[in-house]
């Protein structure tokens, strides 16, 4: 009971309208720094219009539509997502319009950008298939803080483990789906705004490079990944594949990336190992790192 109730604290205060706040907060702060210091009237506006397009509209939305379907804030059933979804698209396209054409700020108008279109992509994946909007929501700011703070910006992205154990525990999603939100929230958002910079000629200096902003997502999703594949693979030892195979990746970031990025990825494997011995037999991460036997999802 008191682990539903953890699990709920965290679904709630991840739901992608309200995560998106501090996480823009960070974002807009970030920006607002110039060579002549902080500008306040830059933060306001920037701050302003995420919190308006990015959080408000969307909740509004959701809650409107949740309350009109007499069902949960999660609008469990998928075909029910379609139109929170589409509103959401309107809302960033909207947000990022007024970006381009008052010009405020380069990487804030190629984030809503990037929003309306992986909550597009959403979309189309929720016609068929129920993907995660919460490690989704989640993995859209935090790809946006990597390019902009490197291990700074990837260090919310512990967060992702967490979110996928409440989102299985509380029978929101499947862990397929849950680990697979977050993969390509993370991928879609840092290629999109390296895509979007040069296809709108936006550029934005001091980013975290492409290569190194995909390697600070490996280091997030690589363990979750691997905890879920062993999930759905057959083994007899499922703790010494995993034992094996987290000291070959250690070894690769270790010896092969930026000491920033081995940092993060031994922190999330960390924090997948405690989530998992937190969450004890409720869920199959807990018997993989225990050698326990279990029957494959």
Known sequence: MEKLKVAKSISTVTNPPIICIPLFLIICLTLSFGSEGFDWAKFLVLEAVSL???SILPMAIILF?????NTDSDISNRSDRYMPLIVGIVSYLIGF????????????TCLLLCYAV??????LITTKWKISVHTTGLSGPVGALILLLGPFGA???LIYPVLIWSRVLLKKHTLSQAICGGVQGFFLTVVEMYLYMNILNLPVANLVGLYDSILYIL????TPVFLGVLSYVKTSKPFKNFVVGEIIMAIWFFVLTPAGVFLIFALTTLTSILISRYAGDDFIWYKIIKGQSFNTL
Do not use: H, M, S
Request: aromatic residues 16%.
């Open 52 to 54: 308006v397009f990015a």
């Open 97 to 108: 319009i007024i970006c381009l054409v008052f010009r405020l700020d380069n990487f804030l």
């Open 65 to 69: 539509w949740a309350k009109k379907l």
């Open 118 to 123: 992986n909550t597009g992509v959403v979309l």
């Open 219 to 222: 280091a997030i999703i690589l």
């Open 155 to 157: 260090i919310f992205g």
